[in-house]
């Protein structure tokens, strides 16, 4: 017994914070799963949005706070929303079958399932390709920069090196909101 | 008077010895040997245990004495005595309060959505009792110090929204969904004002830690001034702007109108008793000091003293005074304002509070800019004095009276 | 031009009145009118009312008004009264009740049977504190509680004591006048009887 706990806390649990990130990385991925797997739609949108905190979460046991916090801000706060309020705007019944448009492309399940198979590893491919061979995403992976003050840089670089695309992307989302107010309007009209 | 401000920070540092003695002393009466890194680590957890333990009872004290006394100031409002049976004056009506809620029965409606039902609780809870974690108590009393603790408090503030959904949802009634949709929109539209008022006190503080912000207005200009942010024009205009941006996200009234009980039963709580609702009600309490608590951070100088003569009074006893100012206020505002319809509240969040809240951020700017003197002063006061009027005399002013008043459907 | 807004700022000056001008108004004339109810007791006005109950004259026994007539018991809505006729020990029927019962958990306090009693006998009371955990044994009241005196009466609802006291006596001197005449119209009749009897009957001779 005494030598039992001896050799218990003789372990390292000193190393043990290290492995913190394994709780939400795991979260995220059952969540995720949970996601594509359930049929209530609300209950997916929830798994996701599960997902979603695990995400920011994961970020956050990894050091980057800001991106972390803003992850949750963003996603959690307003992506979430919106998914739930078009679930909820949109009368299930709709959703059937029968108006399915990709129903004529609809081939027999075993093929279903490999088409979808290759179109997740084209994309993990795709993304695996990015980490990699990014000259930026190498860049990041710098431990004493990334410490250094996150938001900061990240607020030095949106207004000096991408400053063009921040700008863009803002006109883009304000032609888009404006558009939505139209559609609306004209909605309320007829 | 120097001890009475370490008292909370000394406490700490007792539990700490005391812990590390007794560990120290287990150890050697039993013959096992800790390994070097085990007693700090063992520390660590500790410290953050006292830590978690004292906002957890600070709050909870916090929650019963306002559970009482925001109905016996309500009731004074009214001209009425308010709770004052149980106990002296009616002090121990949160224990009457708390037996009550822990003795009723848990209903759940057969058509709920039992998990997410079960679920909601705490996911309103969770967020509510991590938001005080980074708001700065008192010189050095920061429980969790955070270079981006402003974002952290709306990142966390956004997962109340969905608690409040998933309530709604799950209850399977309609009353629960509208009051839901409602607490939502609601949350969504005057969350942009609130962190563009945040915003604006971190610009001019240039950080977003709230230690850094509360610092950024220490000093006193003339002598006797405090430099809060909210002696400034713009830091007025925002601080006010954040004051009723934290009233509808704590659905405090007038905006109250998820809960509106004259038209939805009780909003998202409808379905919710005993236990459940005891806790909703509780993230919405704990929810409320936490925003008043950034408030005080933004605004109105945290722990600083408001003069100087005064700066013998420990800094945690000025920030909870004026935490205890602001949550008197909110009682004053709800004894006053009816509740809002729900086409003011939108109009009200979008065309008032959005546009005021960018005119504050020029004038931050401004004012930052031109110097901080009396010029400065003169042009932020204008930039937003002058949508102020514009937007009150244009917007918010009935300028028709009640003879070329149209009534479509009665005629 | 009013200034956006002051009407906030006016509406937050009336309850910030109201809040400081309840602590210090001490004699609560103005505000915290809340009566507290336990320890004060409201002054009922004179035409308050909760539950009948039975008047008698001096003594319970013999004083009672009440004739065991049944009006009440028939014009009662609710049928909360409950009258049983007393007999002697022959068996005959007296004009009083032997049993009188009223389930006030069923009364619902409308007066009627004051209104149709002809004998001044059913009148309301004004207790209200009648709370009772048991709804059968406590709250159907009998004979005995329900009798109350005169004197009561005309401590609870003195006016209409006073108008009530002034029927019952006008009546009583009216029945004594009316009796009065009656014997006094039977002695003339009577006198009359004997003049005229004297006339007719011829003076017997011996």
């Not at chain 1, 980057?64 to 801000?73: I, K, R």
């Not at chain 2, 942009?192 to 509360?214: C, D, H, K, Q």
């Not at chain 3, 956006?4 to 001490?26: E, H, Q, Y």
């Not at chain 3, 044994?137 to 009530?164: D, M």
Request: proline fraction near 6%; hydrophobic fraction near 55%.
């Amino acid at each position: 017994m005494h030598d039992l706990f001896q050799r218990l806390i003789s372990l390292p649990w000193d190393q043990a914070p290290q492995w913190f990130f394994l709780f939400p990385a795991l979260l995220m991925l059952l969540a995720a799963a949970a996601a594509v797997m359930l049929r209530n739609l609300i209950h997916c949108a929830l798994c996701l949005t599960l997902s979603f905190i695990a995400l920011g979460v994961l970020f956050i046991a990894l050091g980057a706070e800001f991106v972390g916090f803003v992850q949750l801000l963003v996603y959690v706060g307003a992506v979430t929303m919106l998914i739930l309020f078009a679930i909820l705007l949109t009368p299930a019944s709709e959703v059937a079958a029968s108006n399915n448009p990709f129903r004529s492309f609809q081939l027999s399940k075993a093929l279903n399932a490999v088409a979808g198979g290759a179109v997740a590893m084209l994309v993990l491919a795709g993304l695996l390709a990015a980490i990699f061979f990014s000259p930026h995403a190498q860049a990041a992976v710098n431990p004493a920069k990334a410490a250094t003050a996150p938001a900061a840089a990240i607020g030095e670089n949106l207004l000096n090196h991408t400053l063009l695309p921040l700008q863009g992307t803002a006109i883009l989302l304000t032609a888009a909101l404006i558009g939505a107010a139209l559609l609306a309007k004209e909605d309320k009209r007829s | 008077m120097h001890f009475l401000e370490n008292l909370p920070l000394a406490t700490k540092k007792f539990i700490l010895d005391l812990v590390k003695g007794a560990c120290g002393w287990l150890c050697t009466k039993l013959g096992i040997a800790l390994p070097p890194w085990a007693m700090p680590l063992l520390l660590t957890l500790v410290s953050i245990l006292v830590v978690i333990v004292a906002i957890i009872a600070v709050y909870m004290v916090m929650f019963a004495l306002m559970s009482v006394a925001e109905r016996k100031i309500l009731a004074r409002m009214q001209n009425r005595y308010g709770p004052n049976r149980a106990g002296w004056f009616g002090i121990l009506q949160p224990v009457a309060d708390g037996i009550k809620m822990l003795t009723k029965e848990d209903l759940v409606p057969r058509g709920a959505d039992k998990i997410v039902h079960f679920l909601a609780p705490i996911a309103m809870v969770a967020p509510a009792l991590m938001l005080p974690a980074i708001i700065p108590y008192g010189t050095g009393m920061v429980p969790v110090e955070l270079s981006a603790g402003i974002l952290y408090f709306f990142a966390l503030g956004a997962g109340t929204e969905l608690a409040v959904f998933m309530a709604g949802w799950s209850s399977n009634n309609k009353y629960s969904v509208m009051g839901a949709m409602r607490a939502i929109a609601q949350m969504i539209s005057y969350e942009l004002p609130l962190v563009m008022s945040a915003v604006i006190a971190a610009l001019v503080a240039g950080t977003l830690s709230p230690t850094g912000i509360v610092e950024a207005q220490g000093g006193y200009s003339l002598g006797f001034i405090p430099n809060w942010f909210v002696f400034t024009p713009w830091g007025f205009v925002a601080c006010l702007l954040f004051y009723i941006g934290a009233l509808a996200e704590s659905n405090r009234c007038p905006f109250d109108l998820p809960e509106g009980e004259s038209e939805l039963v009780a909003g998202h709580l409808t379905e919710y008793s005993g236990f459940k609702y005891a806790i909703f009600f509780m993230a919405e309490y704990v929810g409320m000091f936490a925003i008043n608590g950034l408030l005080v951070t933004l605004f109105l100088g945290g722990y600083k003293a408001p003069c100087p003569f005064l700066e013998w009074i420990p800094s945690w006893c000025w920030f909870f005074a004026k935490l205890a100012l602001l949550a008197f206020s909110m009682v004053w505002v709800r004894a006053t304002l009816p509740r809002f319809r729900i086409d003011q509240m939108m109009q009200f969040a979008w065309k008032f509070m959005l546009p005021m809240s960018f005119a504050a951020l020029i004038a931050a700017a401004v004012w930052y800019y031109a110097g901080r003197g009396p010029l400065a002063w003169g042009l932020s006061a204008l930039i937003v004095g002058i949508p102020y009027l514009a937007l009150g005399h244009f917007c918010f002013t009935r300028h028709h009276t009640a003879d070329n008043r149209r009534y479509l459907y009665s005629e | 031009m009013n200034l956006p807004g002051s009407g906030i700022l006016k509406g937050m000056a009336v309850t910030a009145v109201n809040f400081i001008g309840s602590f210090l108004d001490r004699a609560h004339a103005k505000r915290l009118i809340t009566e507290q109810y336990p320890e004060e007791r409201p002054t009922l006005v004179e035409t308050s009312r909760s539950f009948p109950f039975l008047v008698f004259d001096g003594d319970p026994e013999k004083g009672i008004r009440c004739t065991a007539c049944k009006i009440c018991e028939k014009e009662c809505p609710p049928q909360c009264i409950f009258i049983v006729k007393d007999k002697d020990a022959n068996g005959k029927p007296i004009l009083r009740p032997q049993i009188f019962d009223i389930d006030i958990s069923v009364c619902m306090g409308c007066q009627i049977c004051v209104e149709v009693c002809p004998f001044e006998s059913i009148r309301m009371d004004n207790i209200y504190e009648v709370s009772a955990y048991d709804r059968f044994e406590t709250l159907v009241l009998h004979k005995e509680q329900l009798l109350k005196s005169n004197v009561y009466y005309r401590q609870i609802h003195p006016t209409e004591a006073a108008q009530t006291d002034a029927r019952i006596e006008a009546a009583r001197v009216k029945k004594a006048a009316a009796a009065k005449a009656a014997a006094e119209k039977a002695a003339a009749a009577k006198a009359a009887a004997a003049a005229k009897a004297a006339e007719t009957q011829p003076e017997p001779t011996a």
